[in-house]
């Protein structure tokens, strides 16, 4: 079992950075595939990015490809995703999720089997 829970999110200017942390706890965490979604109001949920469970393999939406990094630090049990030149169709509640595997970095939300709460991110323009 992974409990997760995100933090950081927040309002900010178009152009501006923001850090989003996700916390994670359970005895297997550090080999789990970790990965981030998002969801903004009267849309579906998709997929930011995906890190693979020793940091060494990443991939990202291509909305945000160049702009976000998804990392990772096994020691604290904590997984970053840094957004930079944010735009005001990035605003959604940003969700942490992992896979019980350390194998098969995914972009599908249904390959998750555990999900945090979720942190809002307001971008204005």
């Known amino acids: 079992q992974v409990q997760l829970e995100e933090s950081g999110g927040g309002l900010v200017q178009a152009g501006g950075s923001l850090r989003l942390s996700c916390a994670a706890s359970g005895r297997t965490y550090s080999k789990n595939v970790m990965g981030w979604f998002r969801q903004a109001p009267g849309k579906e949920r998709e997929f930011v990015g995906s890190?693979?469970?020793?940091?060494?393999?990443?991939i990202y939406a291509d909305s945000v490809k160049g702009r976000f990094t998804i990392s990772r630090d096994n020691t604290k049990n904590m997984v970053y995703l840094q957004m930079n030149s944010l735009k005001p169709e990035d605003t959604a509640v940003y969700y942490c999720?992992?896979?019980?595997?350390?194998?098969?970095?995914?972009?599908?939300?249904?390959?998750?089997?555990?999900w945090g709460q979720g942190t809002q991110v307001t971008v204005s323009s």
């Open positions: 999720a992992a896979r019980n595997t350390m194998y098969g970095i995914s972009r599908y939300g249904s390959n998750y089997d555990y």
């Open positions: 890190i693979g469970w020793n940091g060494g393999t990443t």
